[in-house]
């Protein structure tokens, strides 16, 4: 089993930066392809960005760019550093880790951009 818990969410105005945190437990992380996603109100959970165990990174067109994903194997710690906020990036984001057939979620943390 592995367990995820994120952090760093908060309130922040527009063009403004937040760096969230997921730190897992439980498992063998590096072996993990991790991902983050988030979700709107209203709206589904969208993948924002993914980085496999070979650090290969993806990431969804409204973020490239602004957002960078990142891991720390050693920390057992995945990363979101989220810049230029925009008021669309408003949502819970939530950590996902997979690896097969097995998959697993963090609780999420709130990000709201707002002026």
């Known amino acids: 089993q592995v367990q995820l818990v994120e952090s760093g969410g908060g309130l922040v105005q527009p063009g403004g930066s937040l760096r969230l945190s997921c730190a897992a437990s439980?498992?063998?992380?590096?072996?993990?392809?991790m991902g983050w996603y988030r979700q709107a109100p209203g709206k589904q959970r969208d993948l924002v960005a993914h980085?496999?165990?070979?650090?290969?990174?993806n990431y969804a067109d409204s973020v490239k760019g602004r957002f960078t994903i990142s891991r720390d194997n050693a920390k057992n710690a995945v990363y979101l550093q989220m810049n230029s906020l925009k008021l669309e990036d408003t949502a819970v984001y939530y950590c996902?880790?997979?690896?097969?057939?097995?998959?697993?979620w963090g609780q999420g943390t709130q990000v709201t951009v707002s002026s």
């Open positions: 996902n880790a997979h690896r097969g057939v097995f998959e697993y």
């Open positions: 980085i496999t165990s070979g650090y290969i990174t």
């Open positions: 439980g498992s063998i992380f590096s072996i993990y392809a």
